[in-house]
């Protein structure tokens, strides 16, 4: 697994020209009361050219579950755990710490780090990996997912990848891919026009996404390791919305060939169609849920526009949403337990949870226009899009709506992200 | 909802001086294709985009620009110049939400429609546009029908189909920016674009 993975990064740093300046930054704008003392002590290293334990200390911070204690509170520097005398640390009220080295043995790194449980004496986790060069940040943000979960019982979301639209000037859109602490960002696909809705592959190979290129809508799946690109649906009207089902081999989307936008299914294998949708009202924004058994979409056929369901096979459609005057862009969980949507009332636009099984929805931002939610895919966290001005940011939310991040671009307006599954 | 009309001007104007980028209103001035050549695909060399999927890069003009390819039958008279002609507008406003053409700008819509008429080689393009409020894709289908109401309204003069093409861009070619109304109301339009096919 993890040989497969470094086999891969190997692949895509062929391709890419590596970047490591940061394009996002990234504050926490409000986090969770009850924070864990955590202390991440720099980790002893022969000349490693990323700080693995700064990358570390910055991930779990940037989760807001932790207070993360400052380097010069620290008393001493040890790296492992027999070096640790616990007294010291209890005195400064820290639960747990990180210890680590990194060592270069001949162009590969060996990183090795372990959680100490401050109070028990004791080791929670003890990991010993090799990494090449290149990969350092990556090990950085595999150690923060490991010790995520160690600490809170949920699924790190770190060694994620976010795809994004920017613009800079009404000329230029990009489809960008960025770690998620908003390190290396490549350029997947770039256009003089607009450029809509990347949507990840379930196995994260792959990105689809509209391009207008040519003067019309047209949707294009794009593998990320080679660049190859494929034009997927070409029909006269509309061609947006494409999500993929959790199989990977079908894709819904959005087209308007014959009248009004329709919701259709296009196999990718075998380019068949199948239309879902028969309505003469805006039926748009498809998106399956996580058995692939059925697929949510937007429709106004009720006047406003509201969130319906239907099976993917086709047949009785079912509307979902009926709280507040505006409801768009559902997705669901991977426990498929809750869907996230744009919710508008009263003029703004927030994101919001519905319940699947009570249908109680639950407002988790403060608008006034925010849009093109998802859960990232440890489930913990929703990533959507904001505009303050003429500035457009991303922004994080916990599942509560307690903890909040905002992911500041350095220019240009950034929209409609996308976590990597 | 009326759009106050010398506001609208006044605001048409700005756009102008302000230089809007490629959403502008549409100048006549601009027939010289000094946009010409900014279409196409940028940053494929670290990436390998894969060109015969279509990057071409030549085969149209850039936006804001028309009347600039095939030849004499597209190049466009002196009454798209004069403010007091119906066809020196080619922008339709919208209200909120709505895909109806406000009856202000049925004279606009008739007008073209009888130069196309008249014209039965001239093509044009009917853009659609929405504000940024709400979902982006529903918005690409709110641009739509309002494209496609004012197509309607042409054909019933007896235009042909054949002359009319539809696109629609949703919120994401804004020809004003900004988060409030008097944005809004410039944002919710239909541009028609003489361009060439």
């Known amino acids: 697994m993890v040989f497969l993975r470094n086999l891969l990064l190997i692949a895509w ?32 290293s022969s000349g490693a050219p990323v700080d693995i334990s700064a990358v570390v200390n910055a991930d779990l911070e940037r989760s807001g579950y932790f207070k993360m204690l400052a380097q010069h509170a620290m008393p001493n520097r040890p790296s492992t755990s027999q070096e640790v005398n616990f007294k010291e640390w209890q005195a400064l009220n820290q639960n747990y710490m990180v210890v680590g080295k990194v060592n270069n043995s001949g162009g590969q790194y060996d990183v090795q780090f372990q959680l100490l449980d401050v109070y028990k004496n004791g080791q929670l986790l003890g990991y010993k990996m090799a990494s090449s060069e290149a990969d350092l940040r ?17 699924k790190g979301a770190f060694s994620g990848r976010i795809a ?25 696909a770039g256009s003089p026009e607009p450029l809509m809705s990347p949507s990840w592959s379930p196995d994260g190979k792959r990105i689809a996404y509209v ?23 070409e029909f006269p009207g509309i061609n947006g919305a494409p999500s993929w089902s959790p199989d990977g081999t079908r894709l819904a989307l959005t087209l308007s060939k014959d009248g009004s936008p329709d919701i259709y299914v296009l196999n990718l294998a075998s380019r068949s169609l199948s239309k879902l949708t028969k309505n003469m009202a805006i039926d748009t924004e498809p998106s399956w849920s996580p058995d692939g058994s059925s697929i949510i979409f937007t429709s106004d056929r009720g006047g406003k526009p509201q969130i319906y369901m239907v099976s993917s096979q086709g047949g009785t459609e079912k509307r979902l949403t009926f709280t507040g005057d505006y409801n768009a862009r559902g997705s669901f969980s991977s426990d498929g337990r809750n869907i996230v949507m744009v919710h508008g009332s009263g003029g703004g636009y927030r994101i919001a949870i519905m319940d699947m099984a009570t249908k109680a929805i639950n407002v988790l931002t403060s608008g006034p226009s925010d849009e093109s939610p998802s859960f990232a895919p440890n489930g913990s966290m929703i990533l959507y899009a904001s505009k303050k001005g003429r500035t457009g940011f991303l922004s994080a939310v916990s ?15 950034v929209r409609e992200p996308a976590w990597s599954p | 909802m009326k759009l106050n009309k010398t506001a609208l001007a006044l605001a048409i ?142 054909k019933i003069q007896g235009v042909s189909e054949s002359q009319i093409g539809i696109v629609s861009y949703g919120e994401e070619k804004p020809a004003a920016l900004g988060n409030d109304e008097a944005a809004w109301e410039l944002n919710r339009r239909v541009e028609i674009d003489y361009q060439g096919r």
């Open chain 1, 13 to 44: 740093c062929c391709i890419y020209t590596p970047m490591t300046f940061a394009a996002l930054t990234i504050e926490i704008t409000e986090g969770v009361e009850s924070a864990l003392p955590v202390a991440v002590v720099p980790f002893a």
């Open chain 1, 138 to 154: 990556r090990t950085a943000h595999h150690i923060s997912d490991l010790i995520f979960e160690k600490l809170t019982g949920k």
């Open chain 1, 164 to 188: 994004y639209i920017t613009s800079s000037g009404s000329a230029n859109h990009q489809l960008q891919v960025a770690d998620a602490d908003g390190f290396n960002p490549q350029t997947i």
């Open chain 1, 211 to 233: 391009s207008f290129e040519r003067k019309s809508a047209a949707i294009y799946v794009q593998t990320l390791a080679t660049g190859q690109r494929e034009r997927v649906a």
């Open chain 1, 399 to 413: 599942l509560d709506g307690k903890m909040q991040q905002k992911l500041v671009f350095n220019s240009g307006e």
């Open chain 2, 13 to 154: 104007c700005t756009l102008f001086l302000s230089a809007c980028a490629d959403t502008e209103e549409k100048d006549p001035n601009l027939l010289d294709g000094s946009k010409a050549g900014t279409n196409g695909i940028n940053d494929a060399s670290t990436n390998g985009l894969n060109n015969s999927a279509g990057f071409n890069g030549s085969e149209m003009g850039g936006s804001g620009m028309y009347g600039r390819t095939g030849g004499g039958a597209n190049s466009l008279g002196p009454e798209f110049s004069d403010p007091n002609n119906p066809l020196s507008k080619r922008t339709i406003y919208f209200t909120l939400d709505s895909s109806q053409v406000q009856q202000d700008f049925v004279p606009v819509v008739a007008a073209h429609a009888q130069y196309l008429l008249a014209n039965p080689s001239q093509h044009i393009t009917l853009e659609g546009h929405g504000d940024e409020r709400g979902s982006r894709e529903y918005n690409v289908g709110l641009g739509e029908q309002r494209a496609k109401s004012v197509a309607s309204m042409m």
